[in-house]
């Protein structure tokens, strides 16, 4: 869980693999650094160093895992204030792609469909972003919880648009479903905490916020036992 350390041990990997590494070691270091930045909520710090790595691994033939990274830098993109829009959707139809081409698994297809619909949410085309999720939604419920749970979310987010507050609270319903079998895990929690937000903006409270509650707990955060013996 520290993720501080954890960046600065891939700089010094950074250091040492320009130093002596090969070019598929430098590449390593540079995604594992990006990814430890991305983790601490630092897109901005995260993005230059992925760019690197994409151009080291770009040079040799991983098509799969270059297809990945530009999936990595789409989502990387949509985090950043504001958004890039125009780079993370040239990243992410790149990846797609590359996934396919590469007979990548439908978990990284789909949550590259649900980081592109979230992109074509943003740019008023909701017929294509419900598309995308509905077909992400579809294809890892069974498989890959998390993947899913953001999928719904979106279709969630696409309802509220409609003015369809009874769709939205369904499909928010269906993530929450999803997300409560995960553990802890990062992904998990920033889902959480989107939908905390989104399911209070519907005026469901209570529901809000055990979505907080549960965006902790999924980072590892608890609380002291003393207070929980209080409540």
């Known amino acids: 869980g520290d993720s501080g350390h954890a960046v600065r041990l891939a700089m010094t990997a950074i250091e040492r693999a320009e130093a002596t590494g090969s070019a598929a070691a430098k590449a390593a270091a540079y995604w594992n650094a990006s990814a430890f930045e991305a983790q601490r909520g630092h897109a901005s710090a995260a993005i230059p160093l992925a760019e690197r790595?994409?151009?080291?691994?770009?040079?040799?033939?991983?098509?799969?895992?270059?297809?990945?990274?530009?999936?990595?830098?789409g989502i990387m993109q949509l985090c950043l204030d504001p958004p890039d829009l125009t780079e993370a959707q040239a990243h992410l139809e790149t990846a797609r792609r590359r996934l396919v081409a590469s007979s990548a698994s439908v978990t990284d297809i789909a949550n590259c469909d649900v980081a592109l619909a979230r992109v074509r949410l943003a740019v008023g085309a909701e017929s294509e972003a419900q598309r995308l999720a509905t077909d992400a939604l579809e294809a890892t419920r069974d498989s890959?919880?998390?993947?899913?749970?953001?999928?719904a979310s979106v279709l969630g987010q696409i309802a509220v648009?409609?003015?369809?507050?009874?769709?939205?609270?369904e499909c928010y319903s269906t993530a929450v479903g999803l997300l409560?079998?995960?553990?802890?895990?990062?992904?998990?929690?920033?889902?959480?905490?989107?939908?905390?937000?989104?399911?209070?903006?519907?005026?469901d409270t209570e529901t809000a916020l055990d979505s907080y509650r549960r965006a902790a707990v999924a980072t590892g955060l608890q609380l002291p036992a003393a207070l929980q013996l209080s409540h």
């Open 144 to 151: 890959a919880p998390t993947t899913a749970a953001g999928a």
């Open 161 to 169: 648009r409609r003015g369809d507050r009874a769709g939205a609270g």
């Open 180 to 203: 409560s079998g995960v553990g802890q895990d990062r992904a998990a929690a920033q889902l959480w905490l989107e939908l905390g937000a989104e399911l209070e903006a519907l005026g």
């Open 53 to 73: 790595a994409l151009a080291l691994i770009a040079a040799g033939e991983d098509r799969r895992n270059l297809a990945r990274l530009h999936a990595e830098l």
